[in-house]
């Protein structure tokens, strides 16, 4: 059934799959269901217009599918995505405050904005095609996230702290995840350690401190990237320094040099970053590497020493900071080129907690005339 204009009300189909196909007009209701007591497809195309209170697609029992190729799709409160039912947006435009998800979200080509996303299901953004597809949300807990060419995935910026979470993230191409001043979490076990290519897609977004490449990037940092960058840890380095559970790696905006992503640069810090200090290191932000270059030398030495709480006077940190800046012959405006520097750490014992720096976020971790009825 096809549907131009305006419609009373959506055919209910009671036998079979039910098809309703918008290529116009306006249709506005409280309440859509596709595919809940029958198999059902909501298709939204041209410059059709739907707006809706709740959206449900799908149920446990029979497949929905909602297909956005034009227009404009609006749920103003919630939209249920079921197992086994589709979301699949390939232009066109979709806002939802929230979303829960445990089917799939595909979007090729369009606009999105989708409010937090939670549930078990899988979300897609972009394809090889080379459609341009963006999706902006508030927050995203799914198990599996895919962001093909070129795609990009937004997380608003947040003033407080929200969890971001998925199991497997996956980047191909020019796809971008933008972290902006958030936390993102990827609980990877019992899969293999991604690591490596969560710190490879870090370098490529940081482009030399510009954050404007394909990857893992943060357009807030773009915004002071002589204080901020992404920092990230897994629970498989050395002393686990970021204190995090096991098969989990942590992404997090937060100052450069905050080794240990608990949101402060002070002596915890610098005592990971002097124990590498002239050494080549591999994914290496918690052992000191905070260009992303694979080394920890004298660069890194100064984006750690210009974060420094020193507002605390007399404070044993900014002398031991002070010293070895001195002892190997670093000058914190003028830093030279690491084969000249040789290492001396500093007790640890002389090195004492300062006040936090915090990022401005808590530092804890972890309608229309018409009305539309039921599709089925």
């Keep these: 059934m096809e549907n131009i204009g305006c419609s009373e009300s959506l055919p209910t189909y009671t036998y079979g799959a039910g098809l309703f196909s918008q290529s116009g007009g306006s249709n506005a209701t409280s309440t859509l269901s596709i595919g809940v007591a029958a198999p059902g497809e909501y298709d939204l195309s041209g410059t059709g217009t739907v707006t809706v209170t709740n ?76 459609a341009s597809a963006s ?96 920092g990230y840890a897994d629970s498989a380095d050395p002393g686990n320094p970021a204190g995090l559970s096991s098969g989990q790696i942590e992404i997090m905006y937060t100052l450069l040099g905050d080794a240990n992503l608990d949101g402060k640069v002070n002596g915890s810090d610098f005592i990971l970053m002097a124990a590498n200090f002239n050494k080549a290191v591999t994914n290496g932000w918690d052992e000191g590497d905070f260009n992303y270059d694979g080394k920890v030398n004298g660069d890194d030495f100064v984006l750690l020493a210009d974060n420094f709480n020193q507002f605390a006077s007399q404070s044993a940190d900014v002398q031991a900071l002070d010293a070895f800046a001195a002892a190997n012959g670093i000058s914190l405006t003028s830093v030279p080129e690491p084969a000249t520097i040789s290492l001396t750490i500093l007790p640890a014992a002389s090195l004492l907690l300062r006040r936090r720096k915090f990022l401005g976020q808590s530092a804890v971790h972890p309608r229309s005339a018409c009305s539309l009825g039921s599709l089925l």
Excluded: C, H
């Design 135 to 230: 999706l902006t949300v508030t927050s995203i807990k799914q198990p599996v996230i895919t962001i093909n060419n070129p795609g990009k995935l937004t997380i608003l910026k947040n003033t407080n702290l929200v969890t971001n979470l998925a199991n497997t993230l996956s980047i191909s191409g020019n796809g971008t995840l933008d972290i902006t001043n958030n936390r993102f979490y990827i609980d990877y076990s019992p899969g293999a350690d991604p690591i490596s290519s969560i710190a490879a897609w870090i370098q490529s977004g940081y482009n030399a401190g510009a954050w404007n490449g394909p990857g893992i990037t943060s357009s807030t940092a773009a915004g002071n990237s002589k204080s901020y960058g992404i």
């Design 55 to 130: 959206a449900t697609v799908g149920s446990s029992n029979y497949t929905g599918t909602l297909k956005v190729s034009g227009g404009v799709f609006t749920v103003t409160s919630e939209m249920t995505i079921a197992g086994g039912a589709t979301l699949t947006q390939s232009a066109g435009s979709i806002t939802a405050p929230q979303v829960s998800n445990s089917g799939t979200i595909t979007q090729t080509a369009g606009l999105a904005s989708l409010g937090g996303i939670t549930g078990t299901g899988t979300t897609s953004i972009g394809t090889s095609s080379g």
